[in-house]
């Protein structure tokens, strides 16, 4: 399977933009590259995934490196409600639909 | 529309007892999925299931632990003879396939086994 490395923490002024890094250098050709969120006491939360290409949606712009080797989340004007943890991470196999968390990094958004 | 659901939202129990755990997937998923997270940790895999296959069990740490999904629906989660180590949040999410689609996860089921 492959992994993910993500710092554990990271801190955010208010309103500025959010960039998250996260390697996965063993991923293979056929898997994507997910992001999700856990806000304190909530199940997660899917933030965004892809393949090859950047993707962006309303939460979220995902930037992958044209290698695969690591990709960023970008939150382009954080919030105090985006402080949780965030999750990259790859998908386990194609015969899976399960996915592998490891530890995040903590995101503290701060005013 | 609604979300996934769990119940109950917070069970204490004592070591040895029996526990059922529910969760109540976003209809029409076919996937169901079953992850605990220990104080402090992250997310561990348990149990999925996906249509009318055999679930892959792969993450289940014992064999107290078993899920059954009835109807391709609701799924429960069944600890038998609790032990302290099994205290965390169980968490459940449902997909509409599994593979490339996103899981949508509940708000988790707290257990706290005395």
């Known amino acids: 399977d492959a992994k993910t490395t993500q710092p554990p923490s990271m801190d955010c002024a208010e309103g500025r933009a959010a960039n998250l890094p996260c390697n996965h250098s063993t991923i293979s050709g056929n898997e994507y590259v997910y992001w999700y969120r856990q806000i304190h006491s909530q199940g997660p939360q899917y933030i965004i995934h892809?393949?090859?290409n950047n993707e962006t949606n309303e939460m979220a712009s995902l930037i992958i490196t044209e290698d695969r080797k690591s990709s960023t989340l970008i939150l382009p004007h954080a919030t105090l409600r985006d402080t949780a943890v965030y999750y990259c991470?790859?998908?386990?196999?194609?015969?899976?639909?399960?996915?592998?968390f490891g530890q995040g990094t903590t995101l503290q958004v701060k005013p | 529309g609604a979300g996934v659901s769990q119940s109950p939202s917070n069970k204490v129990t004592e070591k040895g007892k029996d526990v059922e755990l529910r969760c109540d997937p976003i209809s029409g998923h076919t996937a169901l999925y079953w992850y605990r997270q220990s104080l402090g940790q992250g997310l561990e895999f348990l149990i999925y299931?996906?249509?009318?296959?055999?679930?892959?069990k792969s993450g289940l740490p014992s064999d107290r632990f078993s899920a059954e999904r009835t109807g391709g629906s609701v799924s429960t989660l069944t600890i038998q003879r609790t032990q302290q180590e099994d205290s965390a949040v169980y968490l459940c999410a449902s997909s509409p396939r599994f593979r490339s689609d996103t899981q949508y996860f509940g708000p988790g089921t707290r257990l706290t086994v005395l």
């Open positions: 991470i790859v998908r386990a196999s194609s015969n899976t639909g399960k996915l592998i």
């Open positions: 299931f996906q249509g009318n296959s055999a679930p892959d």
């Open positions: 892809g393949l090859k």
